[in-house]
C-alpha cells in the first residue's frame, strides 16, 4: 500500500503564491508518475500538473507558467510551486502516484486551496 498526504493549502490573495507539499511513504515501488489534480465545487476533477519518471514534466493550459511540479528523489516528496494565484485557482488539489509492481494508482485526501481577497 501506498500512502499520501499532502500539506500547504489554505488561503491566499489574488496574484499570491502557495506551495503545495504531497508526502508519498509505503510500499511505494518503480514510480511511473506522480502528479497533481483539482477539482472545484459543481465541476469534475481535472489535471493540473505531472511529473514522470524520466523527469519530463506537463501542465494544463489553465497553469502553464504560473506553477512548476517537482519532486525530492530521495524520499518521494512531491510538491507544486503555485505562483500569480487566481480565484479560478480555488478547488480541493489532489496528488497522485502510479507506480509498476504492482500496478497501482494512489491519491491523496486532498488538500484545499482558496484564492479570495
Known amino acids: 500500500q501506498v500512502q499520501l498526504v499532502e500539506s500547504g493549502g489554505g488561503l491566499v490573495q489574488p496574484g499570491g503564491s502557495l506551495r503545495l507539499t504531497c508526502a508519498a511513504s509505503?510500499?511505494?515501488?518503480?514510480?511511473?508518475?506522480m502528479g497533481w489534480y483539482r477539482q472545484a465545487p459543481g465541476k469534475q476533477r481535472e489535471f493540473v500538473a505531472l511529473?514522470?519518471?524520466?523527469?519530463?514534466?506537463l501542465y494544463a493550459d489553465a497553469v502553464k507558467g504560473r506553477f512548476t511540479i517537482s519532486k525530492d528523489n530521495a524520499n518521494y516528496t512531491l510538491y507544486l510551486q503555485m505562483n500569480s494565484l487566481k480565484p479560478e485557482d480555488t478547488a480541493v488539489y489532489y496528488c497522485?502516484?502510479?507506480?509498476?509492481?504492482?500496478?497501482?494508482?494512489?491519491w491523496g485526501q486532498g488538500i484545499q486551496v482558496t484564492v479570495s481577497s
Open positions: 497522485n502516484l502510479a507506480r509498476l509492481g504492482p500496478v497501482g494508482d494512489y
Open positions: 509505503g510500499s511505494i515501488g518503480k514510480v511511473t508518475s
Open positions: 511529473l514522470v519518471g524520466g523527469g519530463a514534466t
